[in-house]
């Protein structure tokens, strides 16, 4: 059976850094795509950042440069640094898990198999 866990969310002020974290049981998350994804309150699920299997990486505009993905294959985990956080990123993030090997893929919330209860990102001004 396959879980995935987020964690390290939390309440931060606007420009501050936090590092939320994706552990996975039940698949080995460097065979896959692993995305994470952000939603607010009254919005769609967004697409934050990917990272695949060859170990491309992807990001939204919005992110560029502040956010970075990366996988520690020994833990099993995918995580997502942010950096100069802002009021608007505000949400639930969320990791999902992409089976399929469709690059154009990674960014469709609607693609994603597996996806875990997400974490609490906070930012205040």
């Known amino acids: 059976q396959v879980q995935l866990v987020e964690s390290g969310g939390g309440t931060v002020q606007a420009r501050e850094s936090l590092r939320i974290s994706c552990a996975a049981s039940g698949l080995t998350l460097s065979a896959y795509t692993v995305g994470w994804f952000r939603q607010a309150p009254g919005k769609e699920r967004e697409f934050v950042a990917a990272i695949t299997w060859t170990d491309a990486t992807y990001y939204a505009d919005f992110v560029l440069g502040r956010f970075f993905i990366s996988r520690d294959n020994d833990h099993n985990m995918v995580y997502l640094q942010m950096n100069n956080l802002k009021p608007e990123d505000t949400a639930v993030y969320y990791c999902?898990?992409?089976?399929?090997?469709?690059?154009?893929?990674?960014?469709?919330?609607?693609?994603?198999?597996?996806w875990g209860q997400g974490t609490q990102v906070t930012v205040s001004s």
């Open positions: 999902g898990v992409l089976l399929a090997r469709e690059i154009p893929w990674y960014a469709d919330p609607l693609r994603y198999d597996y």
